[in-house]
C-alpha cells in the first residue's frame, strides 16, 4: 500500500483546509490521519472504516475535524474547519491498523505527510 497525502498549507485561525490522502496497491479496512507538532508525539487525530464509512476521533478533532473515504477514489479526507494555531502540524495518513487506532505503532503504511500552518 502507498499512500501520498496532500492539501496543506498556511492558513488563519478559523479556516477551514481538507487534506486528502490517495491510496494505491492493496485494498485495506481502516485508514487513520496523524499529526506531529514540532519538538511533540505523533498523535491520532481520526480513523476511517473504509467498509462502512464509520469514524473515530481524537478529543481534539472532535466537532470541528470530519474524515471520510470516496471508495471509488481510492482516496481518504480529513475536513478541518475552525482551525487553531494549536492544529499546526505535519498531517499523516496511514493505514492497515494491527492494534489500537489510536496509537501509531499499530499502523503499518503512511504517507509523507503534509503541513498545516495556523496563524493565529
Known amino acids: 500500500v502507498q499512500l501520498q497525502a496532500f492539501g496543506g498549507g498556511l492558513v488563519q485561525a478559523g479556516d477551514s483546509l481538507r487534506l ?26 481520526a480513523a476511517i472504516n473504509w467498509n462502512d464509512g464509520s469514524t473515530f476521533y ?43 487506532l489510536q496509537m501509531p505503532t499499530s499502523w503499518t503504511y503512511w504517507g509523507q505527510g503534509t503541513l498545516v500552518t495556523v496563524s493565529s
Open 20 to 45: 486528502s490522502c490517495v491510496a494505491s496497491g492493496r485494498a485495506f479496512s481502516f485508514g487513520a490521519w496523524f499529526r506531529q507538532a514540532p519538538g511533540r508525539e505523533r498523535e491520532f487525530v
Open 58 to 100: 481524537a478529543n481534539s478533532a472532535l466537532g470541528r475535524f470530519t474524515g471520510a473515504r470516496d471508495a471509488a477514489k481510492s482516496t481518504q479526507y480529513l475536513q478541518m474547519n475552525k482551525l487553531a494555531p494549536q492544529d499546526t502540524a505535519v498531517y499523516y495518513c496511514a493505514a492497515e491498523s494491527v492494534g489500537r
